[in-house]
């Protein structure tokens, strides 16, 4: 039996050392239907109330990020928050899949990516992750339109630029790609129809 995602937020929340954010973080994730995302005027709200940073909370919320993980395989559960440039806090976690190989396996970082992506972000300035990235996840962070500028935060070590992790990195810039992961892009593909099913398809290939 599959353990629904607000009794695994209720659980972690006890990880959180301020009873009084946690509590917070509890009536906005329960209001908002746990849909995994903190809008910026949200971030800076419980930022100024509870005198901590954005990547402070960001650190906070890796347990509950954690949470939305699916691991049937390995049982370990990895959270990531990505930030946006315009303060948005995307959640996301790992993600596997019986009855096939591990390395179709979707890595937290990768997910909270790509949720930023499909609320059409336009770029990533911090990663928050309760584990070190794989280097996997590297070089997907690599291909970001901000790549170069991208901040890395763990529990133990903040701060961190992404070419500390990647060194002499391999990246689009040396395929003289100019067109980055999360750079607006439309493929200006168009379809007759009415349908909102195919009318959303549509948008979502045109951004592909």
């Known amino acids: 039996m599959t353990t629904p995602i607000s009794d695994k937020i209720h659980h972690a929340l006890s990880q959180i050392d301020n009873a009084l954010l946690a509590q917070d973080i509890w009536l906005i994730l329960q209001e908002q239907k746990f849909v995994g995302f903190l809008p910026h005027f949200v971030v800076q709200h419980l930022c100024n109330k509870h005198q901590i940073t954005p990547q402070q909370l960001s650190l906070q919320l890796l347990p509950i990020a954690a949470c939305y993980a699916t691991t049937p395989i390995s049982h370990f559960n990895v959270g990531a928050i990505a930030t946006g440039v315009s303060g948005n806090f995307y959640f996301g976690a790992n993600q596997e899949f019986c009855q096939t190989d591990i390395q179709q396996t979707i890595h937290a970082e990768q997910s909270a990516i790509s949720h930023a992506w499909m609320c059409r972000e336009k770029q990533i300035t911090d990663i928050s992750v309760n584990y070190t990235p794989c280097g996997h996840c590297r070089q997907f962070m690599n291909e970001l339109n901000s790549a170069?500028?991208?901040?890395?935060?763990?529990?133990?070590?903040?701060?961190?630029?992404?070419?500390?992790?990647?060194?002499?990195?391999?990246?689009?810039?040396?395929?003289?790609?100019?067109?980055?992961?999360?750079?607006?892009?439309?493929?200006?593909?168009?379809?007759?129809?009415?349908?909102?099913?195919?009318l959303q398809a549509l948008a979502m290939a045109n951004q592909a």
């Open 148 to 198: 170069e500028k991208l901040q890395i935060h763990l529990p133990h070590s903040q701060n961190n630029p992404l070419h500390q992790y990647l060194p002499d990195a391999f990246g689009p810039k040396n395929l003289n790609i100019q067109l980055h992961l999360l750079d607006q892009h439309d493929n200006q593909l168009s379809l007759n129809s009415n349908d909102p099913v195919i």
